[in-house]
């Protein structure tokens, strides 16, 4: 294959450095982008008198058929060109002759690959928020069934007070709302056109960047020719908010094979996203979640790779950027199926309610309500705090929990204890007597269950 920079060379490239050096083997990814942004830079050559209105028509006539029969399968992407530019110029001028070498006035591909990828980014961003409702929407259908669900709210995995589900899940929904928000973030900043910044200082063919942006759906053109072909901030950006959405992935997914465990027993995961084990026949594990949580690393890789290859690179453009995508691509895919293999893991997924609701009832989670019990009766707090502590170490010794103890007991240890404690103490009174907003409170619960709707309506 010649290379498209084959005038100023008169020795052959080395074998390996040539295959080192090529990119077609992962930037034909970059196919569609590549003859979409062709189009619109031989349109905006036509606007300018730059190309004549035959030649333009010839070119966006050849670029569409290639586009066709490659999609049809009826044409195939040479591996043999340097990169999919390449490819892409070559199987115009083989199909529609001279026309087709007049495509590539006053660019680069420098500017040109820039294009490409924030082009396919920008629609991995959109695609990455469409995933991220869908998990919102499979979060707020269990929140609205689950808000007198009860369970034990864990700090340091020990249990602490009582919550519902609703409001665990809650918690979750409050993380991948504001992914979400990232990605509308990430898309407004990184929504200009890079293309008309030539390898690195414009060019001087009167090219109407305007233009060429508003055809590709651009807010504008970006406004440095040097920066446009050396910028890949978005992708750090894009990288480190799927490194975040791996992250609270990686987190729930822990919490689901906890629940899954023998020991816990809250929730059975469905069939569809369970494994067995090739020896033990009773074993059915939780590999979609271990995997999803096991998958963070390699997304964290990416971002941690690419802010190091970008560290040391001078201005403009230089050839470590090439290394931008094989890592992006890989993490693109990755994130895109542990969410789509979680939602559905999600919204298959059963609870033991019974053993949520009897869980939450041991291990002294109602300590925090019988100290302010006591402080209802005119107990300072941290008194209350002193004599529900004894209480605890009570309980222990007769391995028994507050509300099982006999009145006379309780007494023993504060003569502010009468019949009322039982109900204040009981799993129920403990929930829904939190009624801050952002509490387990059913009626709080309800609240922000209206909120989250409303949300995920627009
Ligand atoms: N494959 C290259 C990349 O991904 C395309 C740009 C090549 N530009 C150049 N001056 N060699 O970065």
Redo the contacts with the bound molecule.
Sequence with gaps: MAQLWGGRFTGETDRTAYEFNA?IRF?RRLFHQDIQGSIAHVTMLAGQGILGEEERDSIVRGLTEIREAVDAGTMEIDESCE?I?SFVEAALIERIGEAGKKMHTGR???DQ?ALDMRLYTRQHVTETDTLLKELLRVILAAMEENTETYMPGFTHLQKAQPTTLAHHYGAYFEMFKRDRQRMADIYDRMNYCPLGAG?LAGTTYPLDREYTAQLLDFTGPSMNSMDSVSDRDYLIEYLAALSTIMMHLSRFCEEIIIWNSNEYQFVEIDDAYSTGSSIMPQKKNPDIAELVRGKTGRVYGALTALLTTMKGIPLA?N?D??ED?ELSFDAMDTVRDCLTLFTGMLRTMKFRKERMAASAMNGFTNATDAADYLVGKGVPFRDAHGIIGRLVLYCVEKDTSIDRLSLEELQKISDKFEEDIYEAVSLKTCVEKRLTLGAPGPEAMKKVIEDHKKYLQN
Excluded: E, F, I, L
Aim: no cysteine; hydrophobic share 20%.
């Design positions: 990119s930037d990169d530019h680069s591909r420098n690959v390898a453009y050839k950027m090439q995508k």
